[in-house]
């Protein structure tokens, strides 16, 4: 019996962490809360205008995917209850976002990454090796993620055609919740990474948004 007991926590996260990875990967994750495109007119684009919003949330739908796997990398190594419980969480908001993202990229006629194993694979890789610096490095980790996706939400809220209504209601509740999602990690005592990390984040995340666009 001690020796199940010894042996079931660890089997169980890695069954749970197997189990998000395949979900967030191959699933369709299913969204708590409801999509806010709903009240929005599904207005029919040009080809052209309907190529571009889909790259755009593909993007979106990409870093979605960065987000679970950093959330869930970081959260197998976190040190404290409390840290483990605040990364879940917003690993749980996030998956609103994956589920109306890939939504989104439905009705667009369109699909999301070809790539999604591999980002999440490598940002898993990334969250737990921030997690294994402690956890003032993993909240900072998560206020810098959510800052740069905030960043890359505004820019996409300008670019999206302008009769692309619905991408553009489903971003800004996403926007919304990025900085809540940075707020929160701030508070709870995140440290400022230091130089050069948030360059290094803002230029893995370039080449991903290159790729992504397309891919
Ligand atoms: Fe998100
Ligand atoms: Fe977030």
Redesign the pocket.
Known sequence: MTATARHLGPLDRFLDQTQRALETVLGAPVAERPNPAAGEPDIVMADEERRHSAGLMRINHV??VC?QALYTGQAAVARDEATRAHLLAAAQ??TD?LAWCADRLRELDSRPSLLNALWYGGSYAIGVAAGLRGDGWNLGFVVETERQ?EAHIDEHLASLPADDHRSRAILRV?KA??ARHADNAEAAGARVLPFPIPRVMAAASKLMKTVAYRI
Request: proline share 0%; net charge negative; aromatic share 0%.
């Open positions: 870093g979605e987000a908001e996030e976002h996706v996403m919740d990025e």
